[in-house]
């Protein structure tokens, strides 16, 4: 049996097929998220990379912020329940989570099942999160995905005190202004989202294993900042991106065989 899950983000959209609830057959990110073109293109990348078509998936599973968009999908479920069920997957030991995505960070204890403890999740706003990132990366005429490069080269991080992004790219735009290294002034932006990420954490208490999700915990200059702020390991989802799309296949897999064994 074939599921879909689709995780469509404010900034990038995911899905992942799998197959009878336990092979990951294809997967595919695209980055671009809920009201562009994504939503589209990843399914039709993910059936293609699969050589399928609609009608071989027996059950879709739609999650994150776009779900509601996505007219194909059997069902919509809540990301918070799907990231769990999707690290529970990779990383079974995993009981907390840390999810920090394009517009939302999101910190979740799971039990032994994978089941959601509680949560908590940051107000409507960038600070600590994948935008404010790539907010302060425009800045420094870099890729996000060369941030943890350069953090990886700085001396000495250069303080960031303003939380807001806004305040916060002020800051970094005078800090390069008074001669810092861009190295430095990217380690001093990764210690800001770890002190942010770290003060929601405290809230909801940070069991291990701690595992990373979402976009950001492809920045191992972020992950470090995280382990040295809250002074504990911190492992990274294998596939940090897709936990979510993988959780909703997962998701759509044990639908199916519910419904299965209701029937029977
Ligand atoms: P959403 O689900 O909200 O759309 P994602 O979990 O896909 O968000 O994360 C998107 C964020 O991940 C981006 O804002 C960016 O900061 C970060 N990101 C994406 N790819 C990378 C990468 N290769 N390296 C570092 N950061 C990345």
Known sequence: MFTMGIDIGSTSSKA?????GSKIVASCVIPFGTGTSGPQRVIEDVLQAADMNRDNI???????????SIPGADEQISEITCHAR???F????TRTIIDIGGQDVKVIRVDENGAVMNF????????????????MARVLECK????SMLSNQAKQAVPISSTCTVFAESEVISQLAAGNSREDVV?????SVARRVASLGKRVGLVPDVVMTGGVAQNEGVVKAMRQELKT??????LPQLTGAIGAALLAYQKVQKAKQAND
């Open 16 to 20: 992942a097929i799998m197959e009878d």
């Open 58 to 68: 027996d059950y879709i599973v739609a999650t994150g912020y776009g779900r509601r």
């Open 86 to 88: 999707g690290v529970h």
């Open 90 to 93: 990779l990383l079974p030991s």
């Open 120 to 135: 908590v999740m940051n107000e409507k706003c960038a600070a600590g999160t994948g935008r404010f990132l790539e907010v």
């Open 144 to 147: 996000v995905d060369e941030l």
């Open 187 to 191: 380690a001093g932006i990764h210690d």
């Open 233 to 238: 390991e911190i492992k990274t989802s294998p």
